[in-house]
């Protein structure tokens, strides 16, 4: 190479150079070497060694091609340029020195080669004998000029002795003739001429590869051919075009008219196929040219051997992909076979070529020969195939080549060995050169020939001494076959011919009887003893004639020599393996049994669980950091480089040929330990171990370039795992780049392997960050729609998809698919509009049912896990079915079936299409009816078994857990084969029904996509690990975890928040109308069905709200956000919730309303009262003002007052005031626990005293409260119990107290029902599952009972004497005395009052009505303003909340505060939000902005209000009853206040009304001021609606605690089905220890329903019960094992932390906690939450 030439003699270059520096920079320039800007900065240099060496840098930045010129361009201008630094290729010789091409190494090229001279003297007499004649192209038609002809073979001659030396360009950038670019430009294939056609383009998936229409146009051809070909159709080569004829068209044809039988046969234009095979490999690239000749050959189309002038290119690269099997008769009776590369298979060859003009069709008479006698097949192109009889424009010139295989059946194989078969298009005359190299490799060759001439004669004299035979195959004529056979006889003794080397066929003669005359001379031929030769000695023939291989390029070569140096050390796979490639194996294996042992915990026998993780923990860390000691191996050394280093297009070939050799090799090892297999097998007394080694040796003895990969995997997950253990620094990486590289391979098309077969395991890490380049690469646009396919071995799953998609899965006996491999095809961007995805992903997986893993412990475990994951994965799943009764099916059903039902867990559900291979009968789908309706039922019976082993108790079908339906989703298509192998071509019934299979496929994809969004790489990703991590765990119902199901959940928990505090917020703000509105009426508004019509508003209000809501959820299940369909199964919970919470509400809401009447009727006779004894201190106030004005002298001030004093005192005592009847509310209390508990007899009851007033003390728990019975049997566990009962007991005085403290905040009087409901209430509780698993005494239940309800009547008699208080007539009159006196004052001197009694309504009415209102608003606002502010996050979902609490305990780490947080769960969130509140308004500021919003919103209505009636005649009485009517949902104003305002006042309503409107401004100004002063905890504690109570709420929950570790459920919505916590605790911090030793106990319930182990509780009575069936007691729970080994590090952290701390709390010993722990960090711990809660 150039490049290598320039980089190894660099400085002797630049010292060569630096004799004229400037003239070679002048000169690179001029040829467009470098830039202009390049060359203007490099020749303002000064230091011409820095010129010179920026030069060569830049020149070997532009490649291979400018290095030679460049080196070339040196040597023209310096004839004395060392040896060593000219271009490669520059010492050969030729006949006009021109020059060996870089990129061919052609040997004895040179006009000493005496095959070249034979050549060229054969021309010379040719030429001299038909100088002045004219010559036809017989080929097809058309005529030719002797001329044309010459220049033809001088153009040969040419090239065949270097004079016109094939230039780089040549290689890459083609120059073809005037007629080749003619042709090219016909069939729209003219700018494919450089840019070649690729794979990649191909492969590409659009509408156009989905469509069957004929070509319509020349430049459908090409694309046509294609997709057929890689779809295996066996009509890819029919060139005929169609013509559409208008629908509508009516034209009526006379059957009669001639012109009728003709217009069909006129096609119009016509090609010839091999023309547009010819154009399709002219214009492709050489990966392309190879898949399309696999193809082809599966097709048992006939290949290309040699490519027509001008290439002239012998096509070695493009048949190294085949390999067929085959069985010569030889190796009939041992049933043995060869499986061999086509170019390595030595066999005869016979070629058939034509001389001058023939009636008989050749490449037809080979048709017949290969063809079965039951089965005809056209190998090659014949003039009576469509488009066959178009004249050749391209293709005259082209060598084909086709084999003939054996199958070891004596009776209907043609031939009993292998032979191939060449056939020359075109005349030998005018292709010598051909005819030249088919002479040197054949065994015999056939030449077809009709009438002989003299110069034919004397140029076939030329092959005297040839070493092959010569057949000559003659088509009588007539009188002209005597010339013919005149020459012939004189022919025969030259070429050592005998007369049955001359076959004659006659025109009038059968031609089956000369096929089969025909045969017998083959077979003949090849049962003598004669000359073999392979494809790849074929090619140095050709090379020695002068005639270019497609592997003379030097990226080719390049790609080779890389490969070579791996495959030259390869001399025992096995040993190889072990040796070069260490990293996997043993190693490997054991890794990925530690791997999952960590997740299963099978062998943990009696060591706890967490020391037993601790253990494998460090053997995984210890095994990675084995694998990290290795060194890099010679081979995988020289593979990175082969990958890292070369360019693409050499990494491509690279990597080809090392598939190539190691295949190869793969090959040649399995069919020697195959023979030797069945040796021993066959031999008398065979060892059983023996066959056992041999057995795992053929298991074992494959090797392909994904174990090369495979290894860079573990080097990068081992360098990957020192890092995280801070045994590497993230500096010191040596492998960071390799995920880049597999990216790129990925991105060109190369399968990754996806789970290792070998280990079957899940490199994770290396797929992550592979997977995570490529979508870096991408740019981000990722999405993908995911197919794969499952099915038992060898029942052509790789065989679909690669027809299906064009794709190279390995389908080979040697190299079948093991494990799961991914291929990415990109979609053509006008149909990623339609599918809403950029690719597709299709994973092809190893076959279940695998024989060589029957054997296994593990193979239904293996097989399990394979269908589990990737069903998980796919969005289609193909279920490849090769047969037409799915009965022999079920265990891989069952396989299929269990895990689709695990998908439906995850809320995955993809569609899944039953494949029935081997299916011919054109009425299989219909004749199969009963069949799919019994597989159906198969299906479904399987599902609900499947469901009982899941531990799933519901009834579901198949259609359930999967999209299925049995008349869409069957296909039925025929065999792959047309007949017996080796020599059958591919089914056309098989090619058709994979394309409908496809195109049906695809239309899913279209319509599914607008109800499912496709995955992205990264979501990929995150399924793969969720994936693989459940299916780990074995129990995968109960352990699938997934980050992207995480946070939908979490996404629609938060939204569904939202959607609740709406709905709660507008009902609460209702309340607080209703409660206004009922505050506002008189008692017989109250008492004449108030509640029923509220009853009814309420209910309307609700039903709107519930429906809001499920509508908001449907809204939302149907929007297009991402991964909704894995939460689908969550719909349901959460519209249960939407109905719970409307249940909810209405009770709130009529509790409340029923609390309001209650009050208001409670107030009502104190109303009564008042008002008269109001109206009797009115008359009397008027009575004194009369007899004050009647007095002559006017009374001073003091005076006055003196009067009003004098007769308010004498007033109240002739009142003879009624007082309200004091109750004794501790009796009251009393006498309803006594009627209570009578059912339980007195006795218990006698012994305790009355209620009465006394100090609050503890509620302690005694032993006699649990049965005697249960302290005798469970002394171990007695604690426990105790424990228990007291946190249940004291969670349910908590809610007793909360109750009465609702109740007394109404400042209502105490109603008996209250006592009543608290009794109601506490004998619920005790009934419940919680109680009762204690086994309580009667004893219990009644101290219980005592101690709440005595703590009740104490709250109760306080609230009854508070309402006494505040009611008390004389109380309320002394109120009113101040305004009365006011008032008399003012109406005594005859003031203009209308000022000062606006002000008085202001302040006694007005003022206090709207304090009450912000009371009863503001808790409302404040909850609504957090839950919209930038906190709101925090309080959006349960698990947010966890997080953020959890985060901030970590940063402040006090030990009160973890105990408060485990132990005392609900009161510390209490406090927590209180707290938060307090901080959130600390500045107070933002308070004040809520407390004006609302005063101002009922501020601006009072004064619509008023200025609506200010104008309207009536008494100022009137108007203000207007004004309370009007604002009586929002005000509640006193109307003891009122009465006083109205007192003999006379001031206008206008006034009045502008009076009061201009002092309501300053009213809220005065509350708010008064507001700030006040602290907001004061201000807080006021609100009736307590805002840190409804925001509790919220992320309370449903309050339930794991049974174990205690951690709180997170569960979105109020009516969840299942309880579940992202991360769980060490059971030690939830009191559980050892009962024997005391000691706490550090295992995780998450890693222990994983294990063996067992517990024992108050559930089990006792007994002892595995953790893994904790479900049959705690059904409710779903306890998922960690997601990952670091999960649950937070909790460990705090554990180890504070181990001794938590024992003295706990009265028990500290842990015995792993070593691991003690090395946990701060940081580490946060990662852990931060991972569990998706908070990354």
Not at 41 to 60: F, G, H, P, Y
Not at 436 to 459: G, H, R
Not at 698 to 716: A, D, K, N, P, W
Not at 1716 to 1735: G, H, P, V, Y
């Given at each position: 190479?150039?490049?290598?030439?320039?980089?190894?003699?660099?400085?002797?270059?630049?010292?060569?150079?630096?004799?004229?520096?400037?003239?070679?920079?002048?000169?690179?320039?001029?040829?467009?070497?470098?830039?202009?800007?390049?060359?203007?900065?490099?020749?303002?240099?000064?230091?011409?060694?820095?010129?010179?060496?920026?030069?060569?840098?830049?020149?070997?930045?532009?490649?291979?091609?400018?290095?030679?010129?460049?080196?070339?361009?040196?040597?023209?201008?310096?004839?004395?340029?060392?040896?060593?630094?000219?271009?490669?290729?520059?010492?050969?010789?030729?006949?006009?020195?021109?020059?060996?091409?870089?990129?061919?190494?052609?040997?004895?090229?040179?006009?000493?080669?005496?095959?070249?001279?034979?050549?060229?003297?054969?021309?010379?007499?040719?030429?001299?004998?038909?100088?002045?004649?004219?010559?036809?192209?017989?080929?097809?038609?058309?005529?030719?000029?002797?001329?044309?002809?010459?220049?033809?073979?001088?153009?040969?001659?040419?090239?065949?002795?270097?004079?016109?030396?094939?230039?780089?360009?040549?290689?890459?950038?083609?120059?073809?003739?005037?007629?080749?670019?003619?042709?090219?430009?016909?069939?729209?294939?003219?700018?494919?001429?450089?840019?070649?056609?690729?794979m990649g383009e191909i492969l590409e998936i659009s509408s156009e590869s989905l469509t069957t229409l004929a070509p319509q146009t020349l430049e459908d051809l090409p694309w046509h051919f294609l997709r057929k070909l890689m779809a295996l159709s066996g009509t890819a080569r029919n060139t005929d075009l169609v013509h559409w004829k208008e629908e509508d068209s009516k034209e009526e044809v006379d059957i009669d008219?001639?012109?009728?039988?003709?217009?069909?046969?006129?096609?119009?234009?016509?090609?010839?196929?091999?023309?547009?095979?010819?154009?399709?490999?002219?214009?492709?690239?050489?990966?392309?040219?190879?898949?399309?000749?696999?193809?082809?050959?599966?097709?048992?189309?006939?290949?290309?051997?040699?490519?027509?002038?001008?290439?002239?290119?012998?096509?070695?690269?493009?048949?190294?992909?085949?390999?067929?099997?085959?069985?010569?008769?030889?190796?009939?009776?041992?049933?043995?076979?060869?499986?061999?590369?086509?170019?390595?298979?030595?066999?005869?060859?016979?070629?058939?070529?034509?001389?001058?003009?023939?009636?008989?069709?050749?490449?037809?008479?080979?048709?017949?020969?290969?063809?079965?006698?039951?089965?005809?097949?056209?190998?090659?192109?014949?003039?009576?195939?469509?488009?066959?009889?178009?004249?050749?424009?391209?293709?005259?010139?082209?060598?084909?080549?086709?084999?003939?295989?054996?199958?070891?059946?004596?009776?209907?194989?043609?031939?009993?060995?292998?032979?191939?078969?060449?056939?020359?298009?075109?005349?030998?005359?005018?292709?010598?050169?051909?005819?030249?190299?088919?002479?040197?490799?054949?065994?015999?060759?056939?030449?077809?020939?009709?009438?002989?001439?003299?110069?034919?004669?004397?140029?076939?004299?030329?092959?005297?001494?040839?070493?092959?035979?010569?057949?000559?195959?003659?088509?009588?004529?007539?009188?002209?076959?005597?010339?013919?056979?005149?020459?012939?006889?004189?022919?025969?003794?030259?070429?050592?011919?005998?007369?049955?080397?001359?076959?004659?066929?006659?025109?009038?003669?059968?031609?089956?009887?000369?096929?089969?005359?025909?045969?017998?001379?083959?077979?003949?031929?090849?049962?003598?003893?004669?000359?073999?030769?392979?494809?790849?000695?074929?090619?140095?023939?050709?090379?020695?004639?002068?005639?270019?291989?497609?592997?003379?390029?030097?990226?080719?070569?390049?790609?080779?020599?890389?490969?070579?140096?791996?495959?030259?050390?390869?001399?025992?796979?096995?040993?190889?393996?072990?040796?070069?490639?260490?990293?996997?194996?043993?190693?490997?294996?054991?890794?990925?049994?530690?791997?999952?042992?960590?997740?299963?915990?099978?062998?943990?026998?009696?060591?706890?669980?967490?020391?037993?993780?601790?253990?494998?923990?460090?053997?995984?860390?210890?095994?990675?950091?084995?694998?990290?000691?290795?060194?890099?191996?010679?081979?995988?050394?020289?593979?990175?480089?082969?990958?890292?280093?070369?360019?693409?297009?050499?990494?491509?070939?690279?990597?080809?040929?090392?598939?190539?050799?190691?295949?190869?090799?793969?090959?040649?090892?399995?069919?020697?330990?195959?023979?030797?297999?069945?040796?021993?097998?066959?031999?008398?007394?065979?060892?059983?171990?023996?066959?056992?080694?041999?057995?795992?040796?053929?298991?074992?003895?494959?090797?392909?370039?994904?174990?090369?990969?495979?290894?860079?995997?573990?080097?990068?997950?081992?360098?990957?795992?020192?890092?995280?253990?801070?045994?590497?620094?993230?500096?010191?990486?040596?492998?960071?780049?390799?995920?880049?590289?597999?990216?790129?391979?990925?991105?060109?098309?190369?399968?990754?392997?996806?789970?290792?077969?070998?280990?079957?395991?899940?490199?994770?890490?290396?797929?992550?960050?592979?997977?995570?380049?490529?979508?870096?690469?991408?740019?981000?646009?990722?999405?993908?729609?995911?197919?794969?396919?499952?099915?038992?071995?060898?029942?052509?799953?790789?065989?679909?998809?690669?027809?299906?998609?064009?794709?190279?899965?390995?389908?080979?006996?040697?190299?079948?698919?093991?494990?799961?491999?991914?291929?990415?095809?990109?979609?053509?961007?006008?149909?990623?509009?339609?599918?809403?995805?950029?690719?597709?992903?299709?994973?092809?997986?190893?076959?279940?049912?695998?024989?060589?893993?029957?054997?296994?412990?593990?193979?239904?475990?293996?097989?399990?896990?394979?269908?589990?994951?990737?069903?998980?994965?796919?969005?289609?799943?193909?279920?490849?079915?090769?047969?037409?009764?799915?009965?022999?099916?079920?265990?891989?059903?069952?396989?299929?079936?269990?895990?689709?039902?695990?998908?439906?867990?995850?809320?995955?559900?993809?569609?899944?299409?039953?494949?029935?291979?081997?299916?011919?009968?054109?009425?299989?789908?219909?004749?199969?009816?009963?069949?799919?309706?019994?597989?159906?039922?198969?299906?479904?019976?399987?599902?609900?078994?499947?469901?009982?082993?899941?531990?799933?108790?519901?009834?579901?079908?198949?259609?359930?857990?999967?999209?299925?339906?049995?008349?869409?989703?069957?296909?039925?298509?025929?065999?792959?084969?047309?007949?017996?192998?080796?020599?059958?071509?591919?089914?056309?019934?098989?090619?058709?029904?994979?394309?409908?299979?496809?195109?049906?496929?695809?239309?899913?994809?279209?319509?599914?996509?607008?109800?499912?969004?496709?995955?992205?790489?990264?979501?990929?990703?995150?399924?793969?690990?969720?994936?693989?991590?459940?299916?780990?765990?074995?129990?995968?119902?109960?352990?699938?975890?997934?980050?992207?199901?995480?946070?939908?959940?979490?996404?629609?928990?938060?939204?569904?928040?939202?959607?609740?505090?709406?709905?709660?917020?507008?009902?609460?703000?209702?309340?607080?109308?209703?409660?206004?509105?009922?505050?506002?009426?008189?008692?017989?508004?109250?008492?004449?069905?108030?509640?029923?019509?509220?009853?009814?508003?309420?209910?309307?209000?609700?039903?709107?709200?519930?429906?809001?809501?499920?509508?908001?959820?449907?809204?939302?299940?149907?929007?297009?956000?991402?991964?909704?369909?894995?939460?689908?199964?969550?719909?349901?919970?959460?519209?249960?919730?939407?109905?719970?919470?409307?249940?909810?509400?209405?009770?709130?809401?009529?509790?409340?309303?029923?609390?309001?009447?209650?009050?208001?009727?409670?107030?009502?006779?104190?109303?009564?009262?008042?008002?008269?004894?109001?109206?009797?201190?009115?008359?009397?106030?008027?009575?004194?003002?009369?007899?004050?004005?009647?007095?002559?002298?006017?009374?001073?001030?003091?005076?006055?007052?003196?009067?009003?004093?004098?007769?308010?005192?004498?007033?109240?005592?002739?009142?003879?005031?009624?007082?309200?009847?004091?109750?004794?509310?501790?009796?009251?209390?009393?006498?309803?626990?006594?009627?209570?508990?009578?059912?339980?007899?007195?006795?218990?009851?006698?012994?305790?005293?009355?209620?009465?007033?006394?100090?609050?003390?503890?509620?302690?728990?005694?032993?006699?409260?649990?049965?005697?019975?249960?302290?005798?049997?469970?002394?171990?566990?007695?604690?426990?119990?105790?424990?228990?009962?007291?946190?249940?007991?004291?969670?349910?005085?908590?809610?007793?107290?909360?109750?009465?403290?609702?109740?007394?905040?109404?400042?209502?009087?105490?109603?008996?029902?209250?006592?009543?409901?608290?009794?109601?209430?506490?004998?619920?509780?005790?009934?419940?599952?919680?109680?009762?698993?204690?086994?309580?005494?009667?004893?219990?239940?009644?101290?219980?009972?005592?101690?709440?309800?005595?703590?009740?009547?104490?709250?109760?008699?306080?609230?009854?004497?508070?309402?006494?208080?505040?009611?008390?007539?004389?109380?309320?009159?002394?109120?009113?005395?101040?305004?009365?006196?006011?008032?008399?004052?003012?109406?005594?001197?005859?003031?203009?009052?209308?000022?000062?009694?606006?002000?008085?309504?202001?302040?006694?009415?007005?003022?206090?009505?709207?304090?009450?209102?912000?009371?009863?608003?503001?808790?409302?606002?404040?909850?609504?303003?957090?839950?919209?502010?930038?906190?709101?996050?925090?309080?959006?979902?349960?698990?947010?909340?966890?997080?953020?609490?959890?985060?901030?305990?970590?940063?402040?780490?006090?030990?009160?505060?973890?105990?408060?947080?485990?132990?005392?769960?609900?009161?510390?969130?209490?406090?927590?939000?209180?707290?938060?509140?307090?901080?959130?308004?600390?500045?107070?500021?933002?308070?004040?902005?809520?407390?004006?919003?609302?005063?101002?919103?009922?501020?601006?209505?009072?004064?619509g209000v008023l200025e609506r009636y200010e104008n309207e005649t009536g008494t100022l009485a009137e108007f203000l009853e207007h004004f309370c009517q009007e604002m009586s949902e929002e005000l509640v104003i006193s109307k003891d206040s009122l009465i006083v305002i109205l007192f003999n006042n006379t001031a206008n309503t206008g006034s009045f009304s502008a009076e009061v409107q201009a002092c309501i401004p300053?009213?809220?100004?005065?509350?708010?001021?008064?507001?700030?002063?006040?602290?907001?905890?004061?201000?807080?504690?006021?609100?009736?609606?307590?805002?840190?109570?409804?925001?509790?709420?919220?992320?309370?929950?449903?309050?339930?605690?794991?049974?174990?570790?205690?951690?709180?459920?997170?569960?979105?919505?109020?009516?969840?089905?299942?309880?579940?916590?992202?991360?769980?605790?060490?059971?030690?911090?939830?009191?559980?220890?050892?009962?024997?030793?005391?000691?706490?106990?550090?295992?995780?319930?998450?890693?222990?329903v994983s294990s063996t182990a067992q517990f024992r509780n108050v559930d089990t009575a006792g007994a002892w019960h595995p953790y893994k069936e904790y479900r049959q007691l705690y059904p409710e729970w779903r306890i998922q094992p960690d997601p990952s080994i670091t999960a649950s590090d937070y909790w460990k952290f705090v554990f180890k932390k504070f181990n001794q701390q938590f024992a003295k709390e706990y009265?028990?010993?500290?842990?015995?906690?792993?070593?691991?722990?003690?090395?946990?960090?701060?940081?580490?711990?946060?990662?852990?939450?931060?991972?569990?809660?998706?908070?990354?």
């Open positions: 190479m150039a490049l290598e030439t320039i980089r190894r003699g660099r400085e002797k270059l630049i010292a060569f150079i630096q004799q004229a520096p400037d003239l070679i920079l002048d000169d690179t320039a001029a040829q467009g070497f470098i830039s202009r800007a390049d060359y203007e900065a490099l020749n303002n240099l000064a230091d011409s060694k820095e010129k010179i060496r920026k030069l060569l840098v830049e020149v070997q930045l532009k490649g291979e091609l400018v290095c030679h010129q460049f080196l070339e361009g040196i040597r023209s201008l310096f004839p004395d340029l060392p040896a060593d630094l000219w271009p490669p290729g520059s010492a050969c010789s030729d006949l006009k020195q021109g020059g060996c091409s870089p990129d061919r190494d052609l040997v004895n090229s040179g006009p000493e080669n005496p095959k070249v001279e034979a050549v060229k003297v054969t021309y010379d007499l040719f030429a001299k004998d038909s100088k002045d004649k004219e010559s036809e192209n017989v080929s097809g038609g058309q005529e030719s000029s002797q001329e044309a002809m010459e220049t033809d073979i001088f153009n040969e001659l040419e090239n065949l002795s270097g004079e016109q030396e094939p230039s780089p360009v040549v290689m890459e950038t083609e120059i073809f003739d005037e007629g080749v670019k003619n042709f090219l430009m016909k069939l729209g294939l003219h700018e494919r001429s450089g840019r070649k056609l690729t008219n001639d012109w009728f039988f003709l217009r069909e046969m006129d096609s119009g234009v016509s090609v010839n196929p091999l023309d547009v095979l010819c154009a399709v490999l002219f214009c492709s690239d050489s990966f392309l040219q190879q898949e399309i000749f696999l193809k082809m050959s599966m097709c048992q189309f006939a290949l290309p051997l040699i490519l027509p002038p001008p290439k002239c290119t012998f096509m070695l690269w493009a048949l190294r992909d085949i390999v067929r099997k085959w069985r010569p008769h030889c190796l009939a009776e041992k049933r043995g076979f060869r499986e061999e590369s086509l170019v390595r298979t030595r066999v005869p060859t016979l070629s058939f070529v034509r001389m001058g003009r023939s009636s008989l069709s050749k490449s037809r008479l080979l048709n017949e020969v290969l063809s079965s006698p039951q089965q005809h097949h056209d190998f090659f192109i014949h003039r009576d195939m469509e488009g066959g009889s178009a004249p050749r424009e391209i293709s005259e010139g082209l060598v084909e080549i086709s084999w003939y295989f054996p199958g070891g059946r004596e009776h209907s194989d043609l031939f009993p060995e292998p032979v191939a078969i060449t056939n020359l298009r075109g005349d030998i005359e005018s292709h010598w050169l051909q005819f030249s190299f088919l002479t040197e490799v054949s065994s015999a060759v056939f030449i077809i020939v009709e009438n002989m001439s003299d110069k034919q004669y004397d140029l076939l004299a030329t092959l005297q001494g040839s070493a092959s035979k010569y057949y000559f195959i003659l088509n009588v004529d007539g009188e002209k076959s005597k010339e013919t056979f005149r020459l012939l006889s004189k022919l025969t003794p030259l070429l050592s011919m005998t007369k049955s080397q001359i076959l004659v066929k006659e025109k009038n003669k059968n031609t089956t009887e000369f096929v089969k005359k025909f045969r017998s001379t083959v077979r003949n031929i090849i049962n003598s003893p004669l000359k073999v030769i392979s494809v790849e000695e074929m090619a140095k023939v050709s090379q020695e004639l002068g005639i270019q291989t497609d592997e003379d390029t030097t990226v080719c070569q390049n790609g080779t020599l890389h490969a070579n140096e791996i495959i030259e050390e390869i001399e025992d796979v096995v040993a190889y393996k072990r040796d070069m490639l260490k990293l996997q194996g043993d190693l490997w294996r054991n890794l990925a049994k530690v791997e999952k042992e960590l997740c299963r915990m099978k062998r943990q026998a009696g060591t706890p669980a967490e020391d037993y993780k601790a253990q494998l923990r460090e053997k995984l860390i210890a095994l990675r950091s084995q694998q990290n000691q290795c060194d890099l191996t010679n081979g995988t050394t020289k593979f990175i480089n082969g990958i890292q280093h070369l360019r693409p297009e050499e990494k491509c070939y690279f990597l080809k040929w090392l598939k190539f050799k190691l295949d190869c090799a793969a090959r040649a090892n399995l069919s020697k330990l195959r023979e030797e297999y069945k040796e021993r097998y066959h031999a008398t007394g065979n060892d059983p171990q023996q066959l056992a080694q041999l057995d795992k040796l053929i298991s074992t003895s494959s090797l392909g370039v994904e174990h090369f990969m495979r290894e860079l995997g573990q080097f990068y997950e081992a360098e990957y795992m020192m890092v995280k253990e801070g045994q590497i620094s993230e500096e010191g990486r040596q492998f960071v780049h390799l995920p880049n590289i597999a990216a790129d391979l990925m991105l060109e098309g190369f399968p990754m392997e996806l789970i290792d077969g070998d280990a079957s395991n899940i490199p994770l890490q290396w797929i992550t960050d592979v997977m995570t380049a490529l979508h870096s690469k991408l740019g981000g646009k990722s999405r993908m729609k995911v197919l794969t396919v499952l099915g038992v071995q060898s029942t052509g799953k790789s065989t679909l998809l690669n027809t299906m998609f064009g794709l190279q899965f390995a389908v080979s006996s040697g190299r079948c698919t093991r494990g799961a491999f991914m291929t990415l095809l990109k979609v053509s961007e006008n149909f990623q509009r339609e599918l809403r995805c950029d690719f597709i992903l299709v994973i092809d997986t190893e076959g279940l049912k695998a024989p060589e893993l029957a054997k296994l412990e593990d193979s239904y475990e293996h097989d399990n896990e394979l269908a589990t994951l990737v069903i998980g994965l796919s969005d289609i799943t193909l279920v490849n079915l090769a047969m037409e009764n799915a009965t022999e099916m079920k265990d891989i059903l069952q396989i299929v079936v269990h895990a689709f039902l695990r998908m439906e867990e995850t809320g995955h559900k993809p569609n899944c299409q039953f494949v029935h291979q081997n299916v011919s009968d054109v009425s299989a789908h219909d004749q199969n009816m009963r069949d799919r309706k019994r597989l159906l039922e198969q299906l479904n019976e399987m599902t609900r078994a499947a469901a009982r082993m899941e531990n799933q108790f519901r009834e579901v079908s198949f259609s359930d857990i999967m999209d299925y339906s049995p008349e869409k989703h069957n296909w039925y298509i025929p065999g792959l084969w047309h007949g017996v192998p080796p020599m059958a071509p591919v089914n056309m019934g098989y090619s058709e029904g994979v394309l409908e299979l496809k195109r049906s496929l695809f239309e899913f994809m279209r319509t599914c996509s607008q109800n499912r969004r496709s995955k992205n790489i990264p979501q990929f990703v995150e399924w793969v690990r969720s994936l693989w991590n459940a299916v780990k765990h074995e129990n995968f119902i109960f352990s699938f975890r997934n980050s992207l199901v995480a946070d939908a959940y979490n996404q629609l928990s938060v939204k569904y928040s939202e959607w609740e505090w709406d709905f709660q917020k507008e009902m609460h703000l209702w309340v607080s109308k209703a409660e206004a509105t009922i505050q506002n009426q008189s008692l017989e508004d109250v008492e004449s069905g108030a509640l029923d019509k509220l009853r009814l508003e309420a209910d309307q209000k609700l039903q709107d709200g519930q429906r809001k809501i499920v509508q908001c959820i449907q809204n939302y299940f149907e929007s297009d956000r991402e991964s909704l369909h894995l939460i689908e199964k969550y719909r349901e919970d959460f519209i249960r919730s939407a109905k719970g919470l409307r249940e909810q509400l209405e009770s709130y809401c009529m509790n409340k309303c029923q609390q309001a009447i209650l009050i208001r009727k409670g107030k009502s006779k104190i109303d009564s009262l008042q008002a008269r004894y109001v109206k009797t201190m009115e008359g009397k106030v008027n009575k004194l003002l009369e007899e004050c004005k009647k007095k002559k002298c006017e009374l001073n001030t003091v005076e006055l007052e003196r009067e009003f004093e004098k007769m308010w005192k004498e007033s109240l005592e002739e009142l003879s005031l009624s007082n309200l009847i004091h109750r004794d509310i501790y009796a009251d209390v009393h006498l309803q626990l006594r009627k209570d508990l009578e059912i339980r007899g007195n006795q218990h009851f006698q012994k305790l005293p009355c209620f009465s007033a006394r100090p609050r003390h503890p509620w302690i728990i005694k032993d006699c409260y649990l049965e005697k019975s249960l302290t005798r049997t469970l002394k171990g566990l007695f604690k426990d119990y105790m424990k228990e009962l007291e946190e249940y007991t004291s969670s349910l005085i908590s809610v007793c107290e909360s109750y009465v403290t609702e109740k007394v905040s109404t400042k209502g009087d105490y109603d008996e029902t209250y006592s009543r409901e608290l009794l109601r209430l506490i004998s619920e509780r005790l009934r419940e599952k919680d109680f009762q698993k204690l086994h309580t005494t009667i004893c219990f239940e009644v101290d219980l009972k005592y101690f709440i309800l005595g703590e009740a009547a104490n709250a109760f008699q306080k609230m009854h004497i508070e309402f006494f208080e505040a009611n008390n007539p004389r109380r309320c009159l002394e109120k009113l005395k101040p305004q009365y006196l006011s008032t008399f004052r003012d109406l005594y001197y005859e003031k203009d009052v209308c000022q000062k009694r606006a002000r008085d309504f202001c302040n006694l009415c007005l003022k206090p009505a709207l304090v009450d209102h912000l009371h009863k608003r503001l808790g409302i606002e404040i909850v609504d303003d957090l839950l919209s502010s930038g906190q709101s996050l925090q309080y959006g979902s349960r698990s947010f909340f966890q997080f953020t609490v959890q985060k901030k305990l970590l940063e402040e780490q006090e030990f009160n505060d973890y105990v408060n947080y485990i132990n005392r769960y609900e009161r510390f969130v209490k406090s927590w939000i209180h707290g938060h509140l307090l901080d959130h308004y600390r500045q107070r500021e933002g308070l004040a902005v809520l407390e004006r919003g609302i005063l101002s919103t009922v501020g601006k209505k009072a004064k300053k009213v809220i100004e005065d509350i708010l001021s008064e507001n700030f002063k006040m602290s907001v905890e004061a201000i807080l504690s006021n609100l009736p609606f307590k805002p840190q109570d409804e925001i509790f709420k919220r992320v309370f929950g449903c309050g339930k605690q794991c049974p174990f570790c205690k951690v709180p459920c997170e569960a979105g919505g109020s009516s969840h089905q299942e309880h579940f916590a992202s991360i769980h605790r060490p059971e030690g911090l939830g009191r559980y220890r050892d009962h024997e030793t005391n000691i706490l106990v550090y295992s995780l319930c998450s890693s222990s009265g028990a010993l500290p842990a015995n906690l792993p070593e691991d722990w003690e090395r946990l960090t701060k940081q580490q711990a946060l990662e852990s939450i931060q991972e569990a809660f998706n908070m990354k």
